[in-house]
């Protein structure tokens, strides 16, 4: 089926565009926000189409050519032909239909803290091909996409994105294809490479041999198996006067430019003089950046629980407790028994587990600091703890991810 002159009024997260066809939301692949256009009718839902854009009928007054010249293939950026200004605009519009689809609350303005467009992430996952090529995958698809550069990848990538390939291409030509990924992690000083794939002794003795002595961390994952190749296997990172180690698995948030906006904003909510329950923590790095001291952190990566505490010391922490544990089996009793004042969580896009909400409510914790990278999870949750007793005190977003649909989110929830 086709449908014709219908307008883009909206953006998913995912980059789909959205439009209203007879009474039925319309999910257009392809579509750019503000453009007229005729689309393909590929799946009927009960309540919404999925559809393909076949041709423009009015072009958008909010696009621009994009600057990569990988957009229209890569699925690595979604909105990079719309100018950022209409970018910002969309991420508040996301916001806050997302708070008032759950809560009902109708949010007049959500400020969106603006990040630089370009050479923001300190850390790019990318597709290594049999040939040993770099790639990003296909919109909508796992076709590969062979780039040689990345604009929304910080300079210290991009500058050594081909001596990165070189290491591929050999590895892949010698032992045919077995780098099937690889993870590439920029500090100030630094580089870590985390190579994936299928790894036997012998692919491991070679990369020893060769790369031992390389200008770059390297590491092998092998399933759930770390091997270090070349340098500490970690980088060390500054947020603000604290310094952090992470490792090859550690979350850190990807945007160098913002980082300490989010956590700037996370710590005017929290206030001072609290003792912390950071659910989530991974590495603390949050957690010691809302909060000088007095932490108690919990994480289910054992891992990040030892670089945690290794952190903890670097930046001379006298109060703490970091557990290796799913953030589900922490009780009220634990909480109450600790002294917690306020909770922070930065859970992953799923939100928090309902059990999680029940418990922090029991403990009677009077602030929650919530940073989410999903507006829709975050509503959801807000209202689990609107339902027991609390409400949305203030709520600010940090543009994390320019050229997507991504936001961060911050909301400060009291109980009333």
Known sequence: MIIEDIKIIDILQDGRGVARQEGKTVFVENAVYGETLDAKVIAEKKNFLEARKLQTKIKS??????PCPYFYECGGCSIMDINYDTQIDL??????NAIKKSTGINLEEVEVIESPEFRYRNKIRLQVDKDGGLNYLETYSKKMVKIDDCLIANEKISENLAKIEKICRDINQKFIGIVEEISIRASENNLLLNLQGKFDN???????EKYSNSIYNINLLIGRDLVTISGEGYLNYKIGQKEFKISANDFYQ???YQIENLYGVAREFLGQNQKLLDLYCGSATSSMSINDDHIVGVEINKNAIEDAKENAKRNGLRDYKFIAKNAKFIDSSFIIKEKIDAVTVDPPRAGLDKDVVKTIANAGIDKIVYISCNPQTLARDIKRFMDRGYKLEKIKAVDMFPQTMHVETIALIQKM
Do not use: S
């Open 91 to 96: 991420k508040k519009n996301l916001i806050k």
């Open 61 to 66: 007054d909010y696009q621009r050519k994009p």
């Open 254 to 256: 990807v945007n160098d």
């Open 202 to 208: 012998q692919a491991i003795a070679y990369i020893n």
